[in-house]
């Protein structure tokens, strides 16, 4: 087919608008539907390798921050690093060689005039066609239908530390059905420092942040990439400040002493992005910043006032 510019710029818009699609529905979302990779992930995921490879170069793919993410963990799954191997991104998109294209169109016609200059071949007679055993005819089964049935079903980290004292669906209850004067006493009166750790978090790239609503989003979609967790943790993460001008922190409750993040590769996704800083739960410190987290209240480190709150339980 012979290079068409317009026929190249309206595919390149065509481009543009699936991967916008794409990159919308998983702002909030791991992968294509639920929180584990389907045949619906695999699927796109080998329909986009060749725009990877070929067309998406850093200056064209940067604006699909969220498909980018969920592409790149698509390819480094073992299951599809052993079929297509290390897989490179495109540094600069191919672009039309009038030369080369010359070259090769004369290539073909010389090889169509060789063929012609050919005696022809004598027919040969077809062989009969021999029934094919019901059981040979049968497709195999599906590769990749096969290895994600043969995959185990993941367990709960959680599941291996001490139970401890601390009842954290009962608190979850009692903090969505009473004011924050009750709540807040509740939580420290039942609070088990032996299995469970308090933490706080601050987004680190704050100069990127633009609107509030965009730093909203943020939030609930790290809290909907690791809903596995939700059952042993709790969180109240804050948006300080206005439009252009705002941060992101928080402050995080869950089993054990360790960052749980690191407990399954699932909850790896956003974490990465935020400072994160254990606290001491006898330090009055951490009584305050409990205090003003989870009745969101008070300013950030900046002295911007409290805007809006995302509540992970």
């Given at each position: 087919?012979q290079f068409n510019k317009q026929a190249t710029a309206r595919a390149k818009e065509d481009i543009d608008k699936a991967l916008q699609a794409?990159?919308?529905?998983?702002?909030?979302?791991?992968?294509?539907?639920?929180?584990?990779?389907?045949?619906?992930?695999?699927?796109?995921?080998?329909?986009?390798?060749?725009?990877?490879?070929?067309?998406?170069?850093?200056?064209f793919r940067k604006s699909y921050v969220n498909t980018n993410r969920w592409f790149i963990t698509l390819i480094n799954q073992k299951q599809?690093?052993?079929?297509?191997?290390?897989?490179?991104?495109?540094?600069?998109?191919?672009?039309?060689?009038?030369?080369?294209?010359?070259?090769?169109?004369?290539?073909?016609?010389?090889?169509?005039?060789?063929?012609?200059?050919?005696?022809?071949?004598?027919?040969?007679?077809?062989?009969?066609?021999?029934?094919?055993?019901?059981?040979?005819?049968?497709?195999?089964?599906?590769?990749?239908?096969?290895?994600?049935?043969?995959?185990?079903?993941?367990?709960?980290?959680?599941?291996?530390?001490?139970?401890?004292?601390?009842?954290?669906?009962?608190?979850?209850?009692?903090?969505?059905?009473?004011?924050?004067?009750?709540?807040?006493?509740?939580?420290?009166?039942?609070?088990?420092?032996?299995?469970?750790?308090?933490?706080?978090?601050?987004?680190?790239?704050?100069?990127?942040?633009?609107?509030?609503?965009?730093?909203?989003?943020?939030?609930?979609?790290?809290?909907?990439?690791?809903?596995?967790?939700?059952?042993?943790?709790?969180?109240?993460?804050c948006v300080f400040g206005e439009d252009n001008d705002s941060s992101i922190s928080g402050i995080w409750v869950w089993r054990g002493q360790?960052?749980?993040?690191?407990?399954?590769?699932?909850?790896?996704?956003?974490?990465?992005?935020?400072?994160?800083?254990?606290?001491?739960?006898?330090?009055?410190?951490?009584?305050?910043?409990?205090?003003?987290?989870?009745?969101?209240?008070?300013?950030?480190?900046?002295?911007?006032?409290?805007?809006?709150?995302?509540?992970?339980?």
């Amino acid at each position: 087919m012979q290079f068409n510019k317009q026929a190249t710029a309206r595919a390149k818009e065509d481009i543009d608008k699936a991967l916008q699609a794409l990159d919308d529905h998983l702002l909030t979302r791991t992968y294509l539907v639920g929180e584990r990779i389907t045949l619906a992930d695999i699927v796109v995921t080998c329909t986009l390798l060749h725009l990877y490879q070929h067309v998406l170069d850093e200056a064209f793919r940067k604006s699909y921050v969220n498909t980018n993410r969920w592409f790149i963990t698509l390819i480094n799954q073992k299951q599809v690093k052993a079929v297509i191997g290390d897989f490179k991104l495109c540094e600069k998109a191919g672009e039309f060689d009038p030369k080369k294209y010359a070259e090769f169109q004369a290539a073909i016609g010389s090889g169509e005039k060789k063929k012609t200059e050919k005696a022809p071949k004598a027919v040969k007679a077809k062989p009969e066609k021999k029934e094919v055993p019901k059981k040979e005819q049968e497709e195999p089964a599906d590769a990749v239908e096969e290895a994600l049935a043969a995959e185990p079903k993941s367990k709960d980290p959680f599941d291996e530390m001490p139970k401890g004292t601390f009842n954290m669906d009962d608190f979850k209850r009692f903090y969505s059905n009473n004011e924050e004067t009750k709540s807040i006493p509740y939580f420290w009166e039942k609070f088990d420092k032996e299995n469970y750790s308090i933490w706080y978090s601050e987004y680190k790239y704050q100069d990127e942040l633009a609107k509030v609503y965009m730093s909203c989003n943020l939030i609930t979609g790290m809290f909907q990439r690791i809903e596995k967790m939700r059952k042993q943790a709790f969180a109240s993460v804050c948006v300080f400040g206005e439009d252009n001008d705002s941060s992101i922190s928080g402050i995080w409750v869950w089993r054990g002493q360790d960052l749980a993040f690191k407990l399954s590769p699932d909850w790896q996704i956003d974490y990465e992005s935020y400072d994160w800083k254990k606290l001491d739960p006898d330090a009055q410190e951490t009584k305050d910043l409990v205090t003003q987290y989870f009745s969101w209240t008070g300013t950030d480190k900046q002295g911007r006032k409290f805007n809006q709150g995302k509540i992970f339980k």
